[in-house]
């Protein structure tokens, strides 16, 4: 690279961060008028709503939707231009600091926060959460909670919501904002990791720039603070193990994310079928021995019964549909005044089910193909941890919240060999911010949500696939 040409790079790169710092100034400020705007109107009995204050046209809604699609444009233009002039990690955290700082500043929008630090308050007071439900207990967040089920999140996610549930006696709003440093700490060391994990690739500081200010794990992870943050640290800490050969500590790792939340347990047949082709038989027998032990610790401590395992697989969402294909034609029924609520229950519960076999037989097929592929690395098991998790979200998972494919992005910062992948992965995650929300709702704005986030990756999928073909 030139003079002329370093200069006009890093012209336009001061201009692209200066429009990103603005757009992310004004989600900041208009994310926090509105949450706590909302949190003392809940207080003094105003409508506990979703989302936004209301689902039709709003200047609130039109200054977060505009400023995060800006903030989102801005990152894809600078990630095309795939240049970066960084060397240290310091260097890289000076450059995000005030990304972050806004995104820890910028009150929650989703109520998943309030769920936490009850569940949090019940252990606090030896209740256990995943045998009472949130209603059985009144804490000083009662008030804001929309969903009154047990616990669906693990023990390990149990700890840091306690941690955050002490301040609840000094205020609500501090309880949130120590859950929300540890996220953003959580965040930064998850990028601290991916950087170390390349350390002998010629992009690793654009990578780690990239995954660091990248806008759906700032909105999601940090500004919403989604436990999903503490699921992509085990993420990343199991592929590094399986990249160093450390395989009983990478399904140490898993277990670990499973007690977070239970995606991780779909992983644990790829790794197994790994290790049997390459006859790790020693690392296999302590792969079932620390499986069944864990098994055992936790049942005998936290999850008891049938009914409390029950709890990590969200019941409360059995029969639920959001920004998915299965809420697109759910929508799409509403044109049908013919069609019957029994009906389209019918046609529903036979579109997950059929979903859900489709995966189940795709998984099967992933299986069998690892186990007899030739030259067989960690980078293909890693490949394979994230096409199979890409295609259950994408595919067979009718309640669809936006954070979810957050959790392809470690992924695709460490699949170095997987182009397809990373395009798609990163497309799954960023096309949900042309509308934020959960897009659960009947109207034309939740059909419109539901399209932009699975049609696009979807395409690139479908196209991706394709040219490996030809």
């Known amino acids: 690279m030139n003079n002329s040409t370093l200069k006009n790079y890093l012209k336009n ?20 008028s509105m949450g706590i705007t909302k949190f003392y109107s809940v207080l003094q009995g105003g409508e506990n709503y979703n989302d936004f204050p209301t ?30 002039t960084i060397s240290s990690f310091l260097d890289i955290c000076k450059y995000a600091i ?14 998943d926060i309030y769920l936490y630090l009850h569940y949090g308050s019940l252990s606090l007071h030896k209740i256990n959460p995943y045998l009472n439900s949130s209603s059985t207990f009144v804490s000083n967040v009662s008030p804001f909670l929309h969903w009154r089920q047990t616990s669906t999140y693990g023990p390990v996610s149990l700890f840091f919501f306690a941690i955050s549930a002490l301040a609840l006696p000094i205020s609500p709003l501090l309880g949130v904002y120590i859950f929300k440093i540890i996220c ?12 170390r994990l390349l350390t002998n690739y010629e992009n690793r500081n654009l990578i780690t720039i990239a995954y660091l200010i990248n806008p ?12 999903d943050v503490f699921l992509a640290n085990t993420l990343i800490v199991l592929i590094g193990y399986l990249y160093y050969r450390r395989y009983v500590l990478a399904v140490l790792a898993i277990w670990v994310g499973f007690l977070v939340k239970t995606l991780p347990i779909i992983w644990l047949p790829l790794v197994f079928v790994f290790l049997c082709k390459h006859r790790r038989w020693r690392d296999l027998a302590v792969l079932i021995l620390l499986s069944l032990l864990i098994i055992v610790v936790v049942t005998y401590t936290f999850l008891p019964t049938v009914s409390a395992w029950r709890s990590l697989l969200n019941p409360g969402v059995s029969g639920a549909t959001a920004r998915s294909f299965h809420h697109a034609i759910n929508l799409f029924l509403n044109f049908f005044p013919n069609v019957t609520v029994e009906a389209r229950e019918s046609i529903l519960s036979f579109l997950k089910y059929f979903a859900y076999l489709s995966w189940i037989l795709y998984y099967a097929g992933t299986l069998i193909k690892s186990y007899f592929r030739k030259n067989d690395s960690a980078i293909n098991l890693v ?3 994230g096409w199979t998790t890409l295609t259950l979200f994408l595919f067979a998972t009718p309640w669809l919240m936006p954070w979810y494919p957050s959790i392809l992005l470690p992924i695709a910062a460490l699949s170095i060999n997987s182009p397809n992948f990373v395009l798609t992965s990163l497309t799954f995650c960023l096309s949900p911010s042309i509308l934020l929300g959960g897009g659960a709702g009947k109207n034309l704005i939740s059909l419109v949500t539901s399209f932009v986030s699975v049609v696009p990756p979807t395409v690139l999928l479908i196209f991706g696939r394709k040219k490996a073909l030809f």
Not at 17 to 26: D, N, Q
Not at 59 to 69: A, D, E, K, T
Not at 184 to 195: E, G, M
Request: a positive charge.
């Open 13 to 32: 790169e001061k201009i692209l961060y200066a429009v990103a710092l603005a757009a992310s100034i004004i989600f900041c400020i208009s994310m926090t």
């Open 55 to 84: 689902s039709r046209f709003s200047v609130i809604r039109l200054l977060i939707n505009g400023s995060y699609l800006i903030a989102t444009v801005t990152y894809i233009i600078w990630l095309i231009q795939k240049k970066a």
């Open 98 to 111: 005030p990304f972050l700082a806004l995104a820890l500043i910028a009150y929650p929008a989703s109520s």
């Open 184 to 195: 953003v700490l959580v965040h930064t060391l998850n990028a601290y990791l991916i950087w």
């Open 216 to 227: 759906i794990l700032l909105n999601e992870q940090i500004a919403n603070a989604h436990l």
């Open 383 to 385: 490949s394979d941890i």
